[in-house]
């Protein structure tokens, strides 16, 4: 399975940036998709999940409500809607695929068997 990101970009605080992940290869479906993100000299930090039926998700607590991820089965796309962005959520970002789904909520890293290439956030103030 291939995971492509795209959609970030440069953004004032208090704005709104959309990432997608489009996955290829398999049906998103069959995988538990997360977000991550990596801001410099900083760990990889887990961002956001959500299980194969779309119907649970679970969120980095420096999220706070500001963040949505969804699944769009037409198109096999796994989103990221970022509402109010801040300097700190300066990063790269990075989804990634679950093809066991062993464990819930995946916010560890080691969990994941796919990941894309990310996409670059900056938040200026």
């Known amino acids: 399975v291939q995971l492509q990101a795209s959609g970030g970009g440069l953004v004032q605080a208090g704005g709104s940036l959309r990432l997608s992940c489009a996955v290829s290869?398999?049906?998103?479906?069959?995988?538990?998709m997360g977000w991550f993100r990596r801001a410099p000299g900083k760990e990889r930090e887990f961002v956001a999940a959500?299980?194969?039926?779309?119907?649970?998700?679970y969120y980095g607590d420096f999220v706070k409500g500001r963040f949505t991820i969804s699944r769009d089965r037409a198109s096999n796309t796994i989103t990221l809607q970022m509402n109010n962005l801040q300097p700190d959520d300066t990063a790269v970002y990075y989804c990634?695929?679950?093809?066991?789904?062993?464990?819930?909520?995946?916010?560890?890293?080691?969990?994941?068997?796919?990941w894309g290439q990310g996409t670059q956030v900056t938040v200026s103030s």
């Open positions: 990634a695929a679950d093809g066991r789904g062993a464990k819930w909520p995946p916010y560890s890293s080691g969990v994941y068997d796919f």
């Open positions: 290869g398999r049906t998103s479906g069959s995988y538990v």
């Open positions: 959500i299980q194969r039926s779309g119907h649970s998700t």
